[in-house]
T-cell receptor, first 114, second 113 residues
Framework: EDQVTQSPEALRLQEGESSSLNCSYT??????LFWYRQDPGKGPEFLFT???AGEEKEKERLKATLTKKESFLHITAPKPEDSATYLC???????????????FGAGTRLAVHP | EPEVTQTPSHQVTQMGQEVILRCVPI?????FYWYRQILGQKVEFLVS????????KSEIFDDQFSVERPDGSNFTLKIRSTKLEDSAMYFC???????????FGEGSRLTVL
């Protein structure tokens, strides 16, 4: 069964304290791995797409990396405005032709304090 | 910046009633989706829609659910006879290609009493 597990569930950081969020996945075939940010009461906001092991993407203080079994979201010198839930999702490669769905993890709730 | 808009933002209904949730996807997008998130749980895929038909649906999307694109701009999710367990935040999303780069709306919170 396709599955996405994120850790930790919650993370509290001081402003400027760098850290990493983990996303491990099991899927029969991976079409892509995606990171989203979700603020309370809002819809997920797309951040990154990763397609193959070794790939890296960066945006401001965030960098996403991918291996064959997991992805990391590195947050460098975070600010309070980075506080949100970060969601990881995989898009399975299914031979049935269904390639649209995303399977989400439960997310990591990040709180950055001044 | 283009955005996906959803109405209503919150709907309260009685069990057994029909509910229609409405979405206006980004205008040049071709792929449309409904996801839901029960409070405190994961975002779950419900259905994808392309070229005026369902391209994929999950086990959750049973005969009580239907989707429609009644005109060139709206995309709707209908729940025929709501159950308590249908209480959730329902997100509409769209994309310009069949990838996982989705643009989500702010959601419609459905409360079934």
């Amino acid at each position: 069964e396709d599955q996405v597990t994120q850790s930790p569930e919650a993370l509290r950081l001081q402003e400027g304290e760098s850290s990493s969020l983990n996303c491990s996945y099991t899927v029969s075939g991976l079409r892509g791995l995606f990171w989203y940010r979700q603020d309370p009461g809002k819809g997920p906001e797309f951040l990154f797409t990763l397609y193959s092991a070794g790939e890296e993407k960066e945006k401001e203080r965030l960098k996403a990396t991918l291996t064959k079994k997991e992805s990391f979201l590195h947050i460098t010198a975070p600010k309070p405005e980075d506080s949100a839930t970060y969601l990881c999702a995989v898009q399975p490669l299914e031979f049935s032709g269904g390639y649209n769905k995303l399977i989400f993890g439960a997310g990591t709730r990040l709180a950055v304090h001044p | 910046e283009p955005e996906v808009t959803q109405t209503p933002s919150h709907q309260v209904t009685q069990m057994g009633q029909e509910v229609i949730l409405r979405c206006v996807p980004i205008s040049n997008h071709l792929y449309f989706y409904w996801y839901r998130q029960i409070l405190g749980q994961k975002v779950e895929f419900l259905v994808s829609f392309y070229n005026n038909e369902i391209s994929e649906k999950s086990e959750i999307f049973d005969d009580q659910f239907s989707v429609e694109r009644p005109d060139g701009s709206n995309f709707t999710l209908k729940i025929r006879s709501t159950k308590l367990e249908d209480s959730a935040m329902y997100f509409c999303a769209s994309s310009d290609r069949g990838s996982g780069e989705l643009f989500f709306g702010e959601g419609s919170r459905l409360t079934v009493l």
